[in-house]
């Protein structure tokens, strides 16, 4: 079965940075294309930063520069390092395998004060 077990949120000021990881289980992890997702408050969710079934990488707006996806196919795990925070960053973060789409984790929340 599918899991997905995301960790790594916190409190952090305007300008901080966090580091989330995202272990995967239940599927072939490294042939997957995986990516993050948050959502606020009163907000839908939306992709934050994804990798395609190519490989190559791809971000929202709102976040290009100041995020980065990357993956350890032979951990089974993905991460996203998000540098320069901003109060509109304030999420709860989701990882997902694209190709389970009814699979969501828990999340972990990420809270950025001004």
């Known amino acids: 079965q599918v899991q997905l077990v995301e960790s790594g949120g916190g409190l952090v000021q305007a300008g901080g940075s966090l580091r989330l990881s995202c272990a995967a289980s239940g599927f072939i992890f490294s042939i997957n294309p995986m990516g993050w997702y948050r959502q606020a408050p009163g907000k839908q969710r939306e992709l934050v930063a994804g990798f395609t079934s190519s490989g190559s990488t791809t971000y929202a707006l709102s976040v290009k520069g100041r995020f980065t996806i990357s993956r350890d196919n032979a951990k089974n795990m993905l991460y996203l390092q998000m540098n320069s925070l901003k109060p509109e960053d304030t999420a709860v973060y989701y990882c997902?395998?694209?190709?389970?789409?009814?699979?969501w984790g828990q999340g972990t929340q990420v809270t950025v004060s001004s």
């Open positions: 997902k395998a694209t190709r389970y789409p009814s699979y």
